[in-house]
């Protein structure tokens, strides 16, 4: 077991640090702050707590724009308790959350606690999800969760061995530093971590980089873009780093090495998405049918697809859902779909009238009772009808009547 020494502190919108209690040995105190300085300050925070905010399935609206997440105010306060840990050597064990402490062997910083407020207000914390499904399936009811930050600028750094940088073009001033510190990170901070990162990209093992094009390049060569960033972060696409106040993107396709000093370069292999479902399963692999809910409260489904006990409670949960039958909420709610689809952010455009609606239902949808699922977090709309018998595909292009009315304002 490692020996701990626990702490606690205040931190700013900006991540300036307030001491509540610290360890009393200098070295301790001093790392335990240092690792502090990775967690996320200024728009970094923003984004982070409005994507906790969204996860918890707290918004009681659709977000569809930037300015839509930008609506949720973010508490400038945060408290964070948590220990830092010295392990014998050899004898670590990972645990979620860690920072590893720069410059001190078998040392991490443990967070056990993080707290937010706003002013004259009490601490909050946001609850871990029980299930990762759950939280994914709230930010996928957002469209603002596609939204990426506007590019600010493109740069390249040629590094060679001996550390020094090239950039083309040269970045502000104001961001040097930063960039600086950024590609250092992503070629190796040490010989052994730019030899191992070389052959990683090459797919080698370590032990392989010794000749040929596994040789350990004497210059590497990495292209990279800096966004404004996005207004809720991304779970499939999250930048590898902050810079400043911006996010940063390797490029793929512009990431090359060279063995004889920058004379001639190769560019690494690009590899292509893997076609798996990855941490959290595939979404769209679920067995469902299909309700019909009409404005006027009418609904159907396939008779075989649900227990015919459980068709009151799939009646309840679909009217109370889209509010069918309650003319101002079929209203509320279906122009909300339309907005969301489609991408509607005038305020003021008048909407047709949506007459019904089709919603997939999964198969198992009551089987775990047990489940902390909501229902809204389960059921997805897939076709719409302006006149009950016309359908259209809410995931293909804009219907004639929506084009009509936006013609019309």
Known sequence: MPTVYPFEVLLDREGELTPVSLPEVQLQRQQIIKALEHLPRGAYWDQMYRTDFV?????????ITREDVEK?????????????AVWPAGNHQDEPGEIKVEGAENTW??????????ENQTWQQFSEPEDPAEMLGYLFQHPALQLEGDGV?????EQSSDGSITWTPQPPEDLKNALTTFVQRWHGETPEEWAEIHAERLEQGPDE???????TPSALKSGFELRQPAPLRSFFAPPFDFVGPFEAYPLAEEQAYSLDGGQTWQD?????????????GDFTDVDTFTATIWADGRMDWPKDALDASLAPRLSADLQKY????????????TEGVLKSFYEIEDENQDLPQVQAIKINVPNDLYEDEDSSDSFEAQVIEDEISFDGETWH?????????????????
Request: hydrophobic content about 30%; charged content about 35%.
């Open 55 to 63: 996860s918890a399935g707290m918004p009681e609206e659709r977000l």
């Open 72 to 84: 949720i105010p973010v508490p400038p306060r945060r408290r964070i308790l948590g220990e830092l």
């Open 109 to 118: 910083v443990k967070i056990r606690s993080r707290q937010h407020a706003f």
């Open 153 to 157: 600028g493109r740069y390249s750094a």
């Open 209 to 215: 980089v010794q000749t040929g094009e596994a040789q």
């Open 268 to 280: 690494y292999p690009v590899n292509e998405p893997e076609d798996d479902d990855g941490e959290f």
């Open 322 to 333: 889209t509010g069918a039958d309650d003319p101002q909420n079929w209203k509320s709610y």
């Open 393 to 409: 595909d809410l995931y293909e292009d804009l219907p004639d009547e929506l084009m009509s009315a936006s013609e019309e304002q």
